[in-house]
């Protein structure tokens, strides 16, 4: 036996339901963020990372919703099937670009992901990092 040969990934592409609303990751995913505030929970989302018009790029018409509490971020969803596509900062830092994070669960090919860590983040209370559970995307998949 020995274990599958991971291709490092160089580009990742997702798409929504109705295929509207797509994104295109261009940088090596490390790792991949389950969040447990009541947005991303309720919409079964996980993350990756990237700073916009730099790694990441969404093309396509969408929706967007701020949290009414606490609301540094723009949640942009497909204005036809719904599905979450992105947040964004809704202000980038002075001088900075602007942090953004695509769903993949949009993946177009989710053979490629399997294999990366999950991160689990407490944005429900703590908005730290709870401990690592040693799981990959395929131990959370479906
Ligand atoms: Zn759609």
């Known amino acids: 036996m020995s274990n599958p040969i991971v291709e490092p990934i160089e580009q990742l592409t997702g798409t929504c339901h109705c295929g509207t609303v797509s994104w295109r990751y261009s940088a090596e995913p490390h ?4 969040c447990n505030c009541t947005v991303c929970s309720k919409a079964g989302v996980l993350w990756i990372y990237g700073t ?8 396509g018409k969408t929706t967007c919703y701020i949290r009414d509490d606490h609301g540094d971020l723009e ?6 099937c719904g599905n979450t596509i992105c947040w964004r900062l809704i202000e980038p830092k002075a001088g900075e670009k602007r942090q953004i994070a695509v ?3 949009l993946a177009d090919t989710p053979e490629q992901i399997m294999h990366l860590p999950v991160r689990h983040f407490d944005g ?7 401990t690592g559970s040693g799981e990959t995307v395929r131990d959370i998949w479906y």
């Open 103 to 105: 769903n993949l669960r």
């Open 75 to 80: 949640f942009h969803h497909c204005p036809t």
């Open 52 to 59: 916009e018009d730099v790694d990441v790029a969404v093309h």
């Open 31 to 34: 790792r991949v963020t389950a």
């Open 124 to 130: 429900l209370m703590s908005f730290k990092e709870t």
